[in-house]
């Protein structure tokens, strides 16, 4: 394999847009299994997965030979031409994860684009306008999606007027504003969420209320299982559609398929894309057929969603997540990094919390414990410590102040080990 060696691809990259926000200026040559090179040939645990896109790795010998045998076979024809084996093949396998009714899939091209749909099919669906989202949320950049996400200002400013009649209401980021109770932080949020459909917004005037399950760019803040309950109460009793964004902490990422599960709740709607095929872009709204027939035929569309090249990726990346009982790996592996980060609580007063479920985990930074205040330097100096000796992580959080844990589902101990060496001794400087 040429690995480009030595090549400095930041150097020759004047045509790329400076738009871009980079964690890294690294130049990449190639990915194996769980290392990414650089071009200088160095190697990398990467646990950064191009943020939890590359759920199984690199170059994982099932998805590229499926990838392979597919781009040989039929490499596209749109929908609007007819339907493709693997695009049809992964719709089945995705309905067959979610809970019954959600049975309806419509493959788009990435997570804004499903957050998107997901709020043209609540309005059109409901025949209303207003939509709910929580405040630090991140749902992507298009211009409905930035139009609820709250998670930094820098993804909103300069583009208003967004879209009309969307409300914030509080997130119960438990250890940030609720100093680690839970209960108190369930009931100011639902309790604030209740004032807002009594004094702002009439409930029947609401056609969704949109959540991510484990609040990701935010800040790797799981919504406490009763809080969804909530939720998913006043949806019921006031016909408003529950969107669940599932597109960071889906697809096994918590030890769960889906990140919603731990609640019990079903939602109407669940938004899903990063990991469903390991890279290739892919995303997808699920839904029960009766909703997705109300929509309206052509109410929607697209040119390069459900891709047979992304869906035959996608078709292997289930079948391993399912037939290596990588859910289980995800609880397992999450456990016990979970248990080794909490250790170093004792001797690093710079760490105020951790947290997390299966294998999506926040290690939070503050200056002093006491005031909670954040520390995205202190992170980011970790971050880059743990870089320059071999192990990839990346920060959330609005100060940057969470380092964020997303190794592979498929982990192994003795990595799990490595990572955790690594980071302690990045944590000593
Ligand atoms: C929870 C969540 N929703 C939506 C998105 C947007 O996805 P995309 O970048 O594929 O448009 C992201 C991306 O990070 C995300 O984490």
């Not at 889906?258 to 609640?263: D, I, Q």
Request: a negative charge; one cysteine or more.
């Amino acid at each position: 394999m040429d690995t480009n060696k030595s090549l400095d691809l930041a150097a020759q990259a004047a045509n790329i847009s400076p738009i871009l926000g980079r964690y890294m200026d690294k130049s990449w040559s190639h990915g194996i299994g769980h290392r990414l090179y650089d071009t200088a040939g160095n190697a990398y645990l990467d646990f950064a997965n191009g943020i939890a896109v590359t759920a199984l790795g690199h170059a994982h010998p099932r998805v590229t030979a499926a990838v392979h045998a597919q781009v040989d076979r039929l490499m596209g024809p749109v929908h609007a031409i007819g339907f493709s084996e693997p695009t049809v093949k992964l719709a089945s396998m995705l309905a067959d994860t979610m809970p019954e009714g959600l049975d309806s899939v419509l493959f788009l091209n990435s997570g804004s684009e499903a957050i998107d749909g997901a709020i043209k099919l609540a309005r059109r669906v409901t025949g209303r306008a207003a939509i709910i989202a929580f405040r630090g949320a991140f749902h992507g950049r298009t211009i409905g999606a930035t139009s609820i996400t709250t998670s930094s200002l820098n993804y909103r400013m300069g583009y208003e007027p967004l879209l009309p009649s969307v409300y914030t209401s509080v997130f119960p980021a438990v250890y940030r504003y609720y100093a680690g109770d839970e209960e108190r932080a369930i009931a100011d949020a639902l309790k604030h969420l209740d004032g807002l459909l009594m004094t702002t917004v009439a409930p029947d005037e609401v056609a969704a209320i949109v959540v991510e399950p484990v609040q990701g760019e935010g800040g790797y803040y799981p919504a406490p299982p009763a809080f969804l309950r909530g939720l998913q109460d006043r949806c019921h009793r006031f016909g408003i559609m529950l969107v669940v964004d599932e597109v960071q902490s889906g697809y096994g990422r918590t030890g769960d398929m889906w990140a919603f599960e731990a609640s019990g709740i079903v939602p109407d709607v669940v938004c899903v894309a990063k990991a469903i095929a390991n890279g290739l872009p892919l995303s997808a709204i699920v839904s029960t057929k009766e909703i997705m027939t109300a929509w309206g035929k052509g109410a929607h569309g697209t040119t390069y969603g459900g891709n047979p090249v992304a869906c035959a990726a996608g078709v292997a990346v289930l079948e391993t997540i399912q037939e290596e009982g990588l859910l289980a790996n995800a609880k397992a592996r999450g456990l016990e990094l979970l248990g080794g980060l909490r250790e170093l609580l004792a001797d690093h007063d710079e760490i105020g919390d951790v947290r997390g479920r299966g294998l999506m985990i926040g290690v939070e930074f503050v200056k002093d414990r006491s005031t909670r205040t954040p520390d995205g330097q202190a992170a980011e100096a970790v971050i880059a410590r743990a870089r320059d000796a071999g192990l990839l992580l990346l920060s959330c959080g609005t100060a940057h102040q969470v380092i964020r844990w997303i190794p592979p589902l498929d982990v192994t101990v003795p990595e799990v080990e490595e990572s955790l060496r690594i980071f302690e001794g990045a944590l000593r400087g």
